[in-house]
């Protein structure tokens, strides 16, 4: 029982490491007033450049780097439609979301010539995962070494930069005068321009964060947990990141531990897979919505209330003096 509950936690912290880093995205994202849904195209972007960058190059780090780069591409282009523009942010977000659906599968069609899949990767060009000083030696200890050996151990190198990715998130947010402007922006952004503080430059700051910490994720789906692009592998975790976020009430702890919650109620669906009742076997396709269906419930009935920041998808129009 106890080895199954590490198997479990370690499984947990494999499926919510994607949407923990989007979750801090959007959290940076709707803090600043700008509502992103796009947090799902920009996961599947990451993921697909990433996969394709890492398979020509040979280079994981190199797949990494241009994963980012096409999020934060995806990112700007959202602000400008919301920022610049004074758009509509679901409907911006929403044609992110279409255009990456659509793009990655044409374009992993037309390259690889395999249903939009991208090869397999292997060696430098995904990153593997790390066994820790004296993880071998200790698997065999009671308690200890299954704690060492499978649950803290044999992670990917962005599964460990993502615990120092949360707390730094925290100070940031919370500890710095940058984190004090961007919620004010998302709380009052006339007051913060009468300050002499420019809410364009905060904004658009928002969303570059945004995009380099949700393209993170998307190459850790790709490069790092399944090791290839598949079409449409984000599987709904830009939206299920949202609802954590939500659920966790805008902090990144909470969103954290709401983040954590959903990965381990998927890593459960598909240990449930093959479960029978009797002679009824039970639907994979029902145990994979498990976790979809809990969070609906999850937010409908145990959230309580969550304020939003107020000017969260309020255009900003500059008073004339």
């Known amino acids: ?21 989007a979750s801090l995205a959007g959290m940076f994202c709707e803090r600043s007033g700008i509502v992103n849904i ?96 004296g993880a071998e030696a200790m698997a065999d200890v009671p308690v200890i070494g299954l704690l060492y050996s499978e649950l803290i151990s044999g992670h990917s190198a962005l599964v460990y930069l993502l615990i120092i990715t949360v707390p730094l998130a925290w100070y940031v947010m919370f500890k710095t005068r940058f984190g004090l402007r961007l919620r004010a922006v998302g709380e009052s952004p006339a007051a913060v321009d009468t300050a002499g503080i420019s809410v364009v430059r905060m904004r658009y700051s928002a969303v570059i964060i945004c995009g380099l910490l949700v393209g993170i994720g998307g190459v850790y789906l790709s490069v790092a947990q399944t090791a290839q692009f598949i079409p449409n592998m984000s599987a709904g975790k830009g939206y299920m990141a949202l609802a954590a976020l939500i659920f966790g009430k805008w902090r990144p702890f909470t969103a954290l531990a709401a983040c954590l919650l959903f990965g381990f109620l998927d890593a459960m669906a598909i240990r449930l897979q093959g479960v029978s009742i009797g002679d009824f076997a ?40």
Do not use: C
Request: net charge neutral.
């Open 1 to 21: 029982m106890f080895e199954t509950i590490i198997l479990m936690l370690d499984a947990t912290i494999r499926v919510a490491t994607p949407l923990i880093f």
């Open 38 to 133: 796009a947090l799902e195209g920009k996961l599947l972007a990451a993921a697909f450049v990433g996969a394709a960058t890492a398979h020509v190059t040979g280079s994981a780090w190199l797949g990494l780097l241009a994963g980012i780069g096409i999020s934060v591409l995806l990112a700007l282009l959202h602000g400008f439609a919301t920022i610049t523009h004074r758009g509509d942010h679901v409907v911006s977000g929403m044609a992110i979301n279409i255009l990456a659906a659509g793009l990655t599968v044409t374009l992993g069609r037309h390259w690889f010539h395999q249903g939009g899949q991208t090869p397999a990767l292997s060696g430098d060009a995904r990153f593997a995962p790390i066994q820790l000083p």
């Open 282 to 321: 039970i639907p994979v396709q029902a145990i994979e919505a498990i976790p979809y269906v809990l969070t609906v419930f999850l937010l409908a009935g145990f959230i309580g209330k969550a304020i939003a920041p107020k000017a969260i998808g309020v255009p900003y129009t500059k008073e004339r003096e």
